[in-house]
């Protein structure tokens, strides 16, 4: 499986930003999508997940209310809405996949980053 994330870029504090991630490849199979976050100095934090069927989706605390994650699968995607964005959202964000059920850990595929810069 092979993801490519877009969507990235600079916005105001209490902006807006929708990010992309499109798989391809052996797509076939139950794949629980996430999303993930690296901001600068400090380790990868998870951030999103959805189940295959889209049903389930879980999110670490400090961005549910803001961040909404969906998939679309006639094209194979998955998006990461984020609104009321505050500086600390600031970082690259990658999305991934894995077979089994929805977690915050352990994910088998991942694509290219995009960046987000959250300016105050």
């Known amino acids: 499986v092979q993801l490519q994330a877009f969507g990235g870029g600079l916005v105001q504090a209490g902006g807006s930003l929708r990010l992309s991630c499109a798989a391809s490849g052996r797509t076939r199979g139950s794949y629980v999508m996430a999303w993930f976050r690296q901001a600068p100095g400090k380790e990868r934090e998870f951030v999103a997940a959805i189940s295959w069927s889209g049903g389930s989706t879980y999110y670490v605390d400090s961005v549910k209310g803001r961040f909404t994650i969906s998939r679309e699968f006639a094209k194979n995607t998955v998006y990461l809405q984020m609104n009321s964005l505050k500086p600390e959202d600031t970082a690259v964000y990658y999305c991934?996949?894995?077979?089994?059920?929805?977690?915050?850990?352990?994910?088998?595929?991942w694509g290219q980053g995009t960046e987000v810069t959250v300016s105050s």
């Open positions: 991934a996949a894995r077979l089994g059920p929805i977690a915050t850990t352990l994910y088998d595929y």
